[in-house]
Antibody, heavy 122, light 107 residues
Framework: EVQLVESGGGFVQPGGSLRLSCAAS????????MHWVRQAPGKGLVWVSR????????RYADSVKGRFTISRDNAKNTLYLQMNSLRAEDTAVYYC???????????????WGQGTTVTVSS | DIQMTQSPSSVSASVGDRITITCRAS??????LAWYQQKPGKAPKLLIY???NLQSGVPSRFSGSGSGTDFTLTISSLQPEDFATYYC?????????FGQGTKLEIK
């Protein structure tokens, strides 16, 4: 079964750090670009970051640039999101999701994890 | 950055109705667009990719169209399980922007 399982969420004070993990199974992890998407309580989906299949290229939303770092370990089939200097506005459910890469068209985010909750509060 | 604007923000409809949701990009994104459905407390589900391609396993009552800056998601005959929130998302730029969402409610 194709599956993504996030972990590492929790409660943290402003200025603190957390590292999220996303364990992939049931597919060839190293063939896919991976993304993090978040959703604040009662709000819409917001794209956070993406990493290409071999980890050589990363992109970030302006709101997290310089504070968050996406990485992956293809040997462990795991995606990470290191979150530093956390702010109250980073409070959200964080989802990992995959995209099949193609230069010809967008395949969409076809598999999602169940999400992990991050709460930033004093 | 490319902005995605969906309309309407919410819509009430009945089972059997045909509804259309519109998504407009702030600049040309060709067909680099996807549509998602999200139900409360659940992860989003991919419905349409590359603007008009139906994801495997998604009922054929869902369809997508458009290219450039204007896109639509149509549900031809609403079923009870279709009441949810729908999002468009562009992938033409380095930042993969979502629309603000359209909440589809039962009339």
């Amino acid at each position: 079964e194709v599956q993504l399982v996030e972990s590492g969420g929790g409660f943290v004070q402003p200025g603190g750090s957390l590292r999220l993990s996303c364990a992939a199974s049931g597919f060839i992890f190293s063939s896919y670009w991976m993304h993090w998407v978040r959703q604040a309580p009662g709000k819409g989906l917001v794209w956070v970051s993406r990493i290409n299949s071999d980890g050589s290229s990363t992109r970030y939303a302006d709101s997290v640039k310089g504070r968050f770092t996406i990485s992956r370990d293809n040997a462990k089939n795991t995606l990470y999101l290191q979150m530093n200097s956390l702010r109250a506005e980073d409070t959200a459910v964080y989802y990992c999701t995959r995209v099949a890469s193609s230069p010809y068209y967008y395949h969409g985010m076809d598999v999602w994890g169940q999400g992990t909750t991050v709460t930033v509060s004093s | 950055d490319i902005q995605m604007t969906q309309s309407p923000s919410s819509v009430s409809a009945s089972v059997g109705d045909r509804i259309t949701i519109t998504c407009r990009a702030s600049q040309d994104i060709s067909s680099w667009l996807a549509w998602y459905q999200q139900k409360p407390g659940k992860a989003p589900k991919l419905l349409i990719y590359a603007a008009s391609n139906l994801q495997s396993g998604v009922p054929s009552r869902f369809s997508g169209s458009g290219s450039g800056t204007d896109f639509t998601l149509t549900i031809s005959s609403l079923q009870p399980e279709d009441f949810a929130t729908y999002y468009c998302q562009q992938a033409n730029s380095f930042q993969y922007t979502f629309g603000q969402g359209t909440k589809l409610e039962i009339k």
